[in-house]
């Protein structure tokens, strides 16, 4: 069974951490709408959708994302690099726990999920101003002990990783070369967003399926033509948090 971890859109989104954007007025309710849609998808395309308890003195917690990374052997529990995000994977690991072993990042590391792209066996992980080389360390070494290889990638102009890289298919990734350094991803298969559209390297893979933003319509156009099979969805209101539809799911099998 695909399972995909949400969490609600918290009554305080409007005071989101903001790193690389300017802080726009917030349709609170409208984003709940774009939320409950993207959830939607995700069981349309097979997903069963477990809610973790809202939080809503957390304005973050909709991107539950960061808070962990979920393997086939275990899950670790992140250390969010935002010290306003602290408090998030506290109850995530608690459902967690019912799906795997457990295991944690913890201070002075600090990983958030946005920050790990899982190709096969290996976890590239972004260094970015969310994730630290201790981070990183802790991480290789729970998870290296399950065959895993941890490779630190830098990342530049943009809050994590898969901001500038995301899977799109079986060794295919979309990215933004100008936000990522692509050689250090071996051989995998790299469609570009479209230049007019820096920020539209996230997407999110679901089985042969890609989530992806409607407000990015030129690199849609691009992945289409690229033969990928995207389900669009409307997430321009969580997008001024700077979320992208990786970040509102915890996908993995159970
Ligand atoms: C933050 O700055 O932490 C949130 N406002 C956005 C987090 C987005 N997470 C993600 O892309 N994985």
Redesign the pocket.
């Known amino acids: 069974m695909l399972v995909a971890l949400t969490r609600p859109v918290s009554d305080s989104l409007e005071q989101?951490?903001?790193?690389h954007q300017p802080r726009h007025r917030l349709d609170v309710a409208r984003a709940r709408r774009q939320h409950a849609a993207y959830e939607e998808v995700l069981r349309r395309l097979g997903a069963s959708v477990v809610q973790v308890a809202a939080a809503h003195e957390l304005?973050?917690a909709v991107?539950i994302?960061?808070t962990a990374v979920v393997l086939d052997e275990l899950a670790v529990i992140t250390h969010?690099?935002?010290a306003?995000?602290r408090a998030e994977p506290g109850p995530v690991a608690a459902t967690l726990q019912a799906y795997r072993p457990l295991a944690e990042v913890r201070s002075p590391g600090t990983v958030?999920?946005?920050?790990v792209l899982r190709v096969d066996r290996t976890l590239y992980v972004g260094r970015s101003s969310?994730t630290n080389d201790a981070g990183i360390a802790q991480l290789a070494a729970l998870v290296e002990p399950f065959g895993y290889a941890v490779h630190p990638v830098e990342v530049r102009h943009c809050?994590?990783l898969?901001?500038a890289v995301s899977e799109i298919g079986t060794r295919r990734v979309l990215a933004n070369p100008a936000w990522v350094s692509l050689d250090r991803l071996g051989d995998c298969e790299v469609v570009a967003v479209d230049p007019s559209e820096p920020a539209a390297a996230?997407a999110l893979r679901v089985e042969d399926s890609v989530v992806f933003p409607a407000h990015h319509p030129a690199t849609l156009d691009r992945l289409r033509g690229a033969g990928v099979v995207v389900v669009p969805v409307e997430c321009d209101e969580l997008a001024k948090?700077?979320?992208?539809v990786?970040?509102c799911s915890l996908l993995f099998r159970h």
């Open positions: 989101c951490a903001l790193t304005p973050d991107f994302e960061d969010p690099g935002a306003s995000r958030d999920g946005g920050d969310r809050l994590h898969k901001s996230n948090a700077e979320g992208g990786t970040c």
